[in-house]
């Protein structure tokens, strides 16, 4: 199943998409929560009534009127995983990197979140922006210590993500917390895809285009910690969530990479997809100015 949190006539809810309709769940299964970590929190119970709701055909609504807003609106964490890929070690050698011994982990604030095809935004603060194409993992229970031979039991499912980047916010500090976490910057989805129906998410091919120009192109097979060793990494520090969204890393082909860097700026558009999984596609506007006091 493709689960998606959407807006429609201004009320946000979650569903299904089947083809060019959304499954309105706060309708097909009334019963179910209506947001989607509730959603997840309720386990094989609701995502039984779910399929029974996709089944039964009814309470739909065409896909292009509603807005497809980040499956997850607030994820409780978004924990993201620096160089995890081989080609990316390997484009970004002069610059000192190397294959790390462990899963290199940061946070990306959950108020980062944004919708699948809403633009984000170059930031008053800098504009060194880099995209980052990255297969995301969605928690389905809560867990500890999990061992990697197991991690597939807590995976609900899969997203596409964007790993927005500010280079020099992210460089000029050993933490990257704060060049990875400006708002908006880590598009997601357009829906998750259920684990069930991604039988190996270590062979998925995974693109990213900037204009149209193919500027990433790998495999997760290429990953240095695949999806289950980070969930057994993570899980041993602290609990894991409903809800948590592991980034589980960015492929060679980055714009600071590039000879000269082709960084980001306003109207450029960043389309990334990942086989079974989707595609997301975001344009780049200037931050909007003055104070926001919200």
């Known amino acids: 199943m493709k689960l998606v949190t959407f807006t429609h006539q201004g009320s946000t809810r979650i569903g299904l998409v089947d083809g060019e309709e959304v499954v309105n ?5 009334p019963d179910l929560p209506t947001e989607m970590c509730a959603f997840l929190t309720a386990g094989e119970t609701a995502l039984d009534a779910a399929r029974a709701a996709l089944a039964a055909g009814g309470s739909r609504l065409p896909l ?7 499956p997850i609106l607030r994820p409780p964490k978004i924990l993201a995983i620096g160089v995890n890929y081989r080609d990316h070690v390997e484009e970004a050698k002069e610059a000192g990197m ?4 462990f899963p290199m982990v940061f946070n990306k604030q959950s108020t980062a979140a944004h919708p699948p095809y809403d633009p984000f935004h170059l930031p008053r603060a800098s504009h060194v922006l880099d995209y980052e194409g990255e297969l995301a993992l ?4 809560r ?8 991690a597939g039991e807590v995976i609900a499912g899969y997203a596409v993500a964007n790993d927005v980047t500010v280079r020099d916010w992210q460089l000029r500090v050993p933490t990257w917390t704060m060049g990875k ?8 989805g357009p829906w998750i895809v259920t684990a ?3 039988p190996d998410p270590h062979s998925l091919d995974l693109k990213t285009w900037v204009n149209g120009e193919l500027r990433q192109s790998s495999n997760t097979k ?3 910690f695949d999806c289950f060793a980070l969930i057994e990494h993570l899980s041993t520090a602290f609990t894991l969530e409903p809800g948590d969204v592991i980034v589980t890393g960015t492929p060679g082909g980055v714009g600071i990479a590039m000879k000269p860097p082709q960084l980001l700026k306003v109207g450029d558009v960043v389309r990334i997809a990942i086989d079974g999984v989707g595609e997301i596609e975001n344009g780049v506007v200037e931050e909007p100015a003055g104070t926001a006091v919200l």
């Open 143 to 150: 867990c500890r210590h999990v061992p990697a031979d197991r």
């Open 181 to 188: 976490s400006f708002d908006t910057h880590c598009p997601l």
């Open 222 to 224: 290429n990953l240095i």
């Open 98 to 101: 190397k294959i790390p011994d």
């Open 64 to 70: 292009d009127q509603v807005h497809l807003e980040s």
């Open 25 to 29: 769940l706060s309708s097909a299964a």
């Open 196 to 198: 069930d129906e991604v």
């Open 138 to 141: 969605v928690i389905g229970r």
